[in-house]
Structure formats: C-alpha cells, structure tokens
C-alpha cells in the first residue's frame, strides 16, 4: 500500500496534508482499497465545525456506507465538489484528486499528535 | 468466526484467487474478486462465474411425487414435462413466504429443487412433516456443487466446451450430462436478469469444472463473481431475496409473483389465506423505487415517504451500476405503488426523491 511521505495519518486511516493553519484531508490508499468501488460521497458542509476525531462525513462503495472522521479540529473551508460526479477519484487518486475536505485548522489544534507514515505503515503491517 | 461457517467445495479457489470473503446464510462465501462494478458489467455485457453451491439441493420421487409437491406449492406442477423448470413457492398456511425455490422435473416422479441456502434444513423439516408413505424426500445437498455461468456469451462458451454436438438447453429447462463422478446437471436459469445457465456437479469436481470454465472463457471476458454483484444484478431485474424481500408474514401476491400462484389447480399449503387476500385485494404490493439524480444509494430498511409521511420501509436497495442510480424495493400501500408515483427515501434523515418505476428496472435487450 502507498503511504506517502509527506503526510499525516488518522488511525481510523485518513490522512492530512499540513501547511501552516491549514490542513487537506482524504482517505489513505489502504482505506479505499477496503472499501472498494466508491459511488457517493457526502461531503461536509463548508463552514461547520468539527473536533478532531468527530465524525464528519461518509463515503459509499456499492455494499457499504462508511463514517470518515475530521483527524483534526477545525472548520470546513472547502470540499471537492469533483467527487459529487467522479466518487471513484478517491479509488483511483486517494492522495491527489481524491482529496476530500480542507481544514482551517483551530489554534489549538495540533496535527503533530497524528501517525507519522512510518508509524502509519507499522499500523497497517499489524492489521 | 470462520472455522464455524460452512464451505462450499470452492471455498479455497475464491480464497486462492484473492476474494474478498464474508459470511452469508451460515456459508462462508466470496462478496467480491475484481470489484462488484467490474463484475457487474462483465455479466451485463459478457459473462460471470457464480459459485451457488451454498444453495440446497432436494430431490423428490415416487409414485405421488407430483401429486405431493402440487399440494405443497404455488406453481402448478402439472405443467412440467420431463427436463422442464418452473419457479415456485412453499408458504406457510398463513399464505407466507418459507422459501421461494426452482423446481424440475427430471421424468415423471423424479423432482430436482434448488432452494435458499439458509433454507435447507427449515425446507426439509416442513416438506418432511408433510411427506406420504408413496414419495421419498431426500436432502442432497452435500453432494452437489452449483456454478452459475451468466450473461450474453455464456451459450456461446458452453457450447465451445461442451461440442457442438450438445443441444443446449431452452429457458426454464434441465439436461442431464454424464461426466467423470457421476451425472451433471446443466439448467437454462439464474438470479440476474440475463441469459445463462446453472450447472450442478458432483462436488469433488468443482473446482475442475470453476477452473476449466474460466481457462475457456478468458477471451470472451468470463469473471469470477461474487455475492456483491449477484445483489446488485438481481435487484435490477427485481428478483426478490427471500429473508429481505420475502418472508413468512408476506404472501406471494404482495410481493407481485402472483403470476406463480395457480389457484385453478386444486388445494395447495396457504392457499386459503391467499384465496380471501385475493377477493379483498392486497393492502401492499412489492414496487420497485429508482432514486432521482445523485443520491447515496439506498440500502434496506431505510424509511420511504410521500407527502413527508412514512408509508414503507426498503426491504433491499443498491446503487444500480448499469442505471447510474440507486434503486430499491419496497412494500407499499397498493394505491401508491402505481409507476409515477412521487416518493423520497430517508438516507441518514434526509429525504431524497424517488419514483416507482414498472419492475423490472433491467431488461437484458
């Protein structure tokens, strides 16, 4: 599985790209290779608000809905309005065009305290 | 978990092959290979391999055979010649639903059933109870493997396989090939609203007949297929799944198979229920729900509205990979299970528009 090099990870296996108060958000590539096909996603409202770890929106292969979870605090500033007509982005590009949400990061939050990529790959050596 | 659940004879070939494997009716079966939307179209468009051996297989003879199984029934048995198959129910005397089955007749007294996987022993108990001194029932499911081989080139590959000098057999209808331990059985039939066939070996040579179907049918685009693509194909041919769409406290005429219930032909198990349903009409009916626009796809039980009010519940639903759309199925109140109707299904507790669309929503051309 990709785990690319210069990103944060979610337990619950998203990842976040990290620049300066702001963060993007998707699904890592061992997240949607378990998923399968994607055919929706529920993108979260732009300007709501979310803790780190709350759930914030979901993504739907044909069998399954699946609850994504915000791995930082902070508010929405925008969505991929790209996946509302390509949901299968997030199979093919998860890192790239698959990107799901972008974070204005709260002042308190701290993205230091997710999984590094060498962390997240023992992580995902154990499942 | 695992070690609990029943394998069928091919259960280490879906493992080998990298499928995604998951529990269903007791069985330990494969949901996927490639990817139920790749599946889905390669049956659309070509052909999938299916493997059915959970499904049960009963065998019924004797000089009362027919008489037995007519009195038991929906369908009219009488109708059956020899090497022909009629789809049918066995209800409870409440007019519901214990399973919904394919029934052939092999020669006069001699019946082969093809029933639900979680069925089996619930099937036998109840056609057991029922059984005259002049039919033996038998449950040969351990002894039978199922593939099922379906979509547009399927007739073609069996045709390559089995010579050309083989005469195929018609829709609805069984011949009887004798290969190495013992005799095959080859049905015109299947669960996805194409043309194909389901072929039922002896299971020691299971994994021969999987592995040389899929070696011969390589260039037409043959897929193995899993449970997931069996779903959403069927749902768009609106074939009821007993346990979701059907059940004991629904009758066959609510669920709109009423075309396999033969009230001219005598008594038969829950037909007085059906018979006073039948003169006040049904109350619900089996409708097929299409989704309006982009929407998460309905699964079952989510609520169905009209006019903001709840009338159903889903009893299955899918995204649809050929109609781009989400369908599902769902018993409505008669008045509104009229094609047109404007409805909304409750996805997460929002409301998302929905119509009810003439069954079948997929009709092969």
Redesign the interface.
């Known amino acids: 599985m990709n785990v690319p090099n210069d990103l944060l990870y979610a337990a619950s296996h998203e990842w976040l790209r990290h620049e300066a108060d702001h963060a993007t958000v998707g699904i890592t590539d061992h997240a949607q290779h378990e998923l399968?096909?994607v055919?929706?996603v529920?993108l979260p409202a732009v300007g709501a608000h979310f803790e780190a770890g709350a759930q914030i929106c979901?993504v739907?292969?044909?069998?399954a809905?699946s609850d994504i979870y915000s791995p930082a605090a902070g508010t929405v500033e925008a969505v991929n309005e790209a996946l509302?007509?390509d949901p299968a982005l997030v199979n093919t590009d998860p890192y790239g065009n698959g990107w799901i949400f972008k974070l204005r990061l709260d002042s308190t939050s701290s993205p230091s305290s997710l999984k590094t990529p060498e962390e997240y790959s023992e992580l995902l050596g154990q499942l | 978990m695992e070690t609990q659940l029943k394998r069928t004879p091919l259960a280490t070939v879906h493992e080998n092959l990298g499928a995604?494997m998951m529990e269903f009716g007791g069985w330990w079966m494969p949901?996927?290979y490639s990817?139920?939307?790749e599946e889905h179209k390669a049956v659309r468009t070509a052909a999938g391999l299916f493997d059915i051996s959970h499904m049960g297989e009963l065998v019924v003879s004797g000089l009362g055979a027919e008489a037995y199984l007519n009195g038991l029934f929906t369908n009219d048995v009488r109708l059956l010649s020899p090497g022909k198959g009629q789809y049918s129910l066995m209800l409870n005397d409440n007019g519901g639903v214990i399973d919904d089955l394919i029934l052939y007749k092999r020669e006069d007294g001699s019946f082969f059933l093809i029933v639900n996987a979680s069925k089996i022993e619930e099937d036998f108990a109840w056609m057991q109870s029922r059984l005259p001194a002049d039919v033996t029932l038998e449950n040969q499911s351990g002894h039978w493997a199922g593939l099922a081989l379906q979509g547009p080139r399927a007739a073609e590959l069996l045709q390559q396989m089995l010579g050309a000098e083989c005469l195929l057999p018609s829709r609805n209808h069984l011949i009887e090939l004798q290969i190495a331990n013992g005799p095959a059985l080859l049905a015109r039939t299947g669960y996805t609203g194409e043309d194909g066939f389901e072929w039922f070996c002896p299971a020691q040579v299971a994994t021969f007949w999987w592995e040389r179907i899929l070696e011969a049918g390589r260039d037409l685009g043959v897929t193995p297929c899993g449970l997931?693509a069996r779903d959403?194909l069927r749902l768009e041919a609106c074939y009821p799944l007993n346990g979701s769409d059907l059940s004991p406290t629904l009758t066959p005429l609510e669920a709109g198979l009423a075309q396999f219930v033969k009230f001219e032909k005598g008594d038969f198990a829950g037909r007085a229920a059906l018979e006073t349903q039948r003169t006040e009409g049904v109350k619900k009916k089996l409708s097929a729900l299409l989704m309006q626009g982009?929407?998460?796809?309905p699964?079952p039980h989510h609520p169905v509205l009209h006019e903001g009010k709840l009338v159903a519940e889903t009893t299955s639903g899918?995204?649809s990979?050929t109609l781009g759309l989400g369908i599902a199925l769902a018993y409505l109140p008669t008045d509104l299970s009229v094609p047109g109707t404007e409805l909304a299904v409750e996805i997460?507790g929002r409301p998302f528009p929905a119509i009810v669309a003439p069954r079948p929503l997929y009709r092969r051309s």
């Open positions: 399968t096909d055919v929706y529920e979901v739907e292969s044909v069998k809905a509302v007509s | 995604r949901v996927q990817g139920i939307l997931g959403t982009k929407t998460p796809p699964r899918t995204l990979p997460r």
